[in-house]
Nanobody, 115 residues
């Protein structure tokens, strides 16, 4: 059974940082390109970052230069380092495959940026 378990969210002030983690089980993690996604109420889920099997990365314009996606294939874990956070980054963050599969969505982790 494939599971993606996100963690690391929380409440942070504008300008602060958080590091999200996604523990992956049930598939051969190193064989898959992965992505971080986020969703706010009333909006569609959007991808904010992706990483290929060989470590190449891409970012949404809204987070470019502030967020860094990385992976540790030995630990089957995906990361998202978020710096210079803004109130508009407030959302539930999820991980999934680069081409997401509906059945794989986890609970997500809430990130709230507020003073």
């Amino acid at each position: 059974q494939v599971r993606f378990v996100e963690s690391g969210g929380g409440l942070v002030q504008p300008g602060g940082s958080l590091r999200l983690s996604c523990a992956v089980s049930g598939l051969l993690f190193r064989n898959y390109a992965m992505g971080w996604y986020r969703q706010t109420p009333g909006k569609q889920r959007e991808r904010v970052a992706r990483i290929t099997r060989d470590g190449s990365t891409n970012y949404a314009d809204s987070v470019k230069g502030r967020f860094t996606i990385s992976r540790d294939n030995a630990k089957n874990t995906l990361y998202l380092q978020m710096n210079s956070l803004k109130p508009e980054d407030t959302a539930v963050y999820y991980c999934n495959l680069d081409v997401p599969i509906g059945a794989y969505w986890g609970q997500g982790t809430q990130v709230t940026v507020s003073s």
